[in-house]
């Protein structure tokens, strides 16, 4: 499984940018697809998650109500459509993948660890 993120850039506070993650590699139908991002000294931290087949989508707090997970099946992508975008949402995000073997809780996948596949960062800078 190969994940690419694309997307990152330059933004000033309050405004919009989509971040893409293309996947390859699997039939990503059974998979769980997830964003990330770390900031600076900080750890990396659960964004947003959804589930493939069903397009459920679960988020984190921050996210809530200004970010949107989605996936296009015909393209093999996952977006990130990211709104009203704040300083303090500056920071490399990463895409994740994984393709769970038995029924989980969606707040199984906020912890890294239930990610099997990463993509490479994009940078995300918002000014104030």
């Known amino acids: 499984v190969q994940l690419q993120a694309s997307g990152g850039g330059l933004v000033q506070a309050g405004g919009s940018l989509r971040l893409s993650c293309a996947a390859s590699?699997?039939?990503?139908?059974?998979?769980?697809m997830g964003w990330f991002r770390q900031a600076p000294g900080k750890e990396r931290e659960f964004v947003a998650a959804i589930w493939w087949s069903s397009g459920i989508t679960y988020y984190a707090d921050s996210a809530k109500g200004r970010f949107t997970i989605s996936r296009d099946n015909a393209k093999n992508t996952v977006y990130l459509q990211m709104n009203s975008l704040k300083p303090e949402d500056a920071a490399v995000y990463y895409c994740?993948?994984?393709?769970?073997?038995?029924?989980?809780?969606?707040?199984?996948?906020?912890?890294?660890?239930?990610?099997?596949?990463w993509g490479q960062g994009t940078q995300v800078t918002v000014s104030s």
């Open positions: 590699g699997s039939t990503f139908s059974g998979y769980v």
């Open positions: 994740a993948a994984d393709r769970p073997s038995t029924p989980r809780y969606y707040s199984d996948y906020v912890p890294q660890h239930a990610y099997d596949y």
